[in-house]
């Protein structure tokens, strides 16, 4: 077994893939590759490496278009600007290796200034590889050499001073290459001369100190005999020896549905350190929502209008004899979210802020300790575990995350299944229709929201006296007559279960929360599930980011449900009234009665009326002193 290497270098690739495999300009990934470099220089400053090297610009990258060579110059500037008070106030000496010839004169103004600065730091040696090429730099020191015999450490000082190195620099021990390429590209050769190689596929935005501390290990166990015979093994380095992959976190989600993903785009927007970890890796499947948002939460937040289909402004309830009460509204009420891209959009501005995204993740629970909370996952064979600050349950209406916090949970849940089309002509302008019929859905509804574009239909019911695909094939076929399914493509099923009990009370305590269905943030009556969902969710990353500034625990306690519960009395008894009445002959009779002009009004009210989530009260918060986000 190895001892650290003192020196390691990386070639810092993938940084235009990752982009492009997220819809990004190039310049984007290199952003985010500037996040992960600072993310490798604290690493290795706790991993005791003493030298780093970073190979950020070779001499042929000039080929690349002028676009993307400028921003990159211009990124290297603003990070040697920014990062050389930090580097001095932490023992780092930056340096930057390469030609400084056809630099722009600002850069290297800014790097005369840094290294100057820093030249008295200790504990790192960082260097930065600019307009690099190792074949060069043998050229110009052998240009440089006097004539006749020539030591290889005199050459090496030549081989130095031809790149603005320092010649005490010691050989390349470890060189890793990120982003599943497996070249030298031209990097430190003659350094690099008895390095141990390392290609790993993660593209350099997404590497984090668990990738560096998983490399050295690596390294830990070849074995380098530098053309020797088998040395003695040596002692392991400590700081690798854990069995789990450890990282820590602010807070941790688990759970990347709308709740889940909005809470952590919101906390990394505040600058807070987020892990979101989920069993999926393609957020596109398994959604669990029609995806109905109402006028209060497209007016209230700022949701891509490209990412939702056209508005609906009218509702058609239907009884079960088929007579319909159409409920028109002057306003967009509705409109239908198209959920997988609406996650993806999400996560990508969650991992734009610095979000750490865990695909395919199991939580194989949580235990209290010093400071948080050890949350542990289980990724194929893989453990990570993550010393969080606070763990937020957004894991659906089964929450775990609950259980495992002592938390109250869900006890009245309906099941949900529906299917979704294109290609089904339209029949009119974009409508919500809404069947009351407890023979198709005991306990709740059946629904078709056709906006024109997709069409969702659906049933939901009381899992003890349902068959959700019975359902959902007998509301197809009654409806047929109207809606011409010939030509209609089954783009997706979605199915699940909804807490129709309404918030529950207890949903935090000092080491974490809940939101989304987990804290049964969904209305008890009508669309709109998605407004609590949201509303609860950015009022949770507010309570969780003045917790994590104040360092108190005790600022979760702000987070209650209770407060809700009131305002939910009047729906979860309507909600009950309903789930009571099983006779379609009642129902008839009821749908006669919501025909007259008085109930119409009333109804009109359920549908297009404000009131879907009360707004959280944020006066204890204010009281903290914190202004509202
Ligand atoms: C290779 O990825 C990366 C580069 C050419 C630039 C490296 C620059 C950074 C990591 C940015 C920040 C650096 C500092 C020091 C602030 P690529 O663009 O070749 O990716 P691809 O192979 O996927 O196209």
Not at 158 to 168: F, K, Q, S
Not at 305 to 322: D, I, Q, T, W
Not at 359 to 367: D, H, Q, Y
């Amino acid at each position: 077994m190895n001892r650290a290497p003192e020196h390691v270098a990386i070639i810092m690739d993938g940084n235009g893939r990752w982009a492009e495999a997220r819809g990004l300009a190039r310049s984007r990934g290199h952003e985010q590759g500037a996040a992960a470099v600072r993310r490798a220089v604290e690493a290795a400053v706790r991993l005791e490496i003493r030298t780093l090297t970073l190979y950020a610009f070779s001499a042929d990258n000039w080929r690349r278009p002028e676009a993307e060579v400028n921003a990159l110059l211009e990124l290297f500037r603003s990070f040697l600007e920014a990062e050389g008070e930090r580097c001095l106030a932490e023992g780092i000496r930056l340096s930057v290796i390469g030609r400084r010839d056809r630099l722009p004169d600002g850069l290297i103004r800014a790097i005369e200034h840094v290294e100057s600065e820093t030249a008295g730091g200790r504990r790192l040696d960082l260097r930065i590889a600019v307009d690099y090429s190792a074949r060069d730099a043998i050229v110009r020191a052998a240009a440089a050499a006097p004539a006749g015999e020539l030591s290889r450490e005199e050459f090496r000082e030549l081989l130095a001073r031809a790149h603005h190195a320092d010649p005490a620099t010691p050989d390349v021990d470890l060189l890793i290459r990120t982003g599943s390429e497996q070249r030298l590209s031209d990097f430190l050769l003659w350094e690099s001369a008895y390095a141990e190689l390392l290609f790993v596929d993660v593209p350099w935005p997404d590497f984090e100190e668990a990738d560096l501390r998983r490399a050295l290990e690596a390294f830990g166990t070849r074995d380098r005999r530098f053309g020797a015979i088998p040395t003695a093994p040596a002692e392991q380095h400590p700081a690798v020896s854990d069995a789990f992959t450890r990282i820590e976190a602010d807070v941790t989600i688990i759970g990347a549905g709308l709740a889940g993903l909005d809470c952590a785009r919101a906390l990394a927007e505040r600058g807070l350190s987020v892990v979101i970890a989920d069993r999926k890796r393609d957020l596109k499947q398994g959604v669990h929502t029609t995806g109905i948002f109402v006028r209060r939460t497209i007016e209230d937040f700022s949701l891509p209008p490209s990412l939702l289909g056209p508005p609906v402004r009218r509702v058609v309830l239907e009884s079960p004899a088929g007579a319909q009460q159409v409920l028109e509204s002057p306003h967009d009420e509705f409109r239908v979210g198209r959920m997988g891209a609406i996650y993806e959009d999400l996560l990508q501005r969650a991992i734009l802020a610095g979000a750490r995204w865990v695909s395919g993740a199991t939580f194989s629970g949580a235990r209290a300790c010093e400071r948080g909370s050890l949350v542990k996952l289980e990724i194929g064979s893989e453990r990570l575990l993550v010393h969080t600050r606070f763990l937020v349950g957004a894991d659906g209406a089964r929450s775990r995350v609950a259980a495992e916090l002592g938390l109250d949970t869900n006890r009245e849940t309906i099941v949900g299944a529906e299917e979704v089309f294109t290609g089904v002509p339209s029949q009119g302008p974009p409508s919500l229709h809404c069947f009351l019929d407890p023979r198709l859905a005991p306990g709740y509804i059946g629904w078709i929201v056709d906006d024109g574009r997709e069409l969702h239909l659906g049933v939901g019911g009381y899992a003890d006296s349902f068959n959700p695909a019975a359902a959902l094939s007998e509301l197809r076929t009654r409806v047929a007559p109207r809606f011409d399914f010939s030509r209609a493509e089954l783009v997706e099923k979605r199915g699940g279960l909804i807490p129709v009990g309404g918030i529950l009370p207890r949903i935090s305590t000092p080491r974490g929360l809940l939101i989304g269905d987990a804290a049964g943030a969904v209305s008890p009556l009508t669309a709109g599930g998605l407004d609590g969902a949201i509303r609860l969710s950015r009022y949770a990353a507010e309570v969780l980011a003045a917790a994590v500034e104040r360092d108190d625990p005790s600022v979760l306690a702000l987070y209650s449900g209770a407060e809700y519960q009131a305002r939910f009395l009047s729906r979860r008894w309507m909600r009950r009234a309903i789930s009571a009445v099983r006779s379609p002959l009642l129902v008839e009779a009821g749908c006669a009665v919501l025909r007259t002009p008085l109930l119409s009004r009333l109804a009109w009210h359920v549908f297009f009326g404000r009131g879907s989530f009360p707004e959280p009260d944020r006066s204890g918060l204010a009281r903290l002193g914190v202004a509202e986000g």
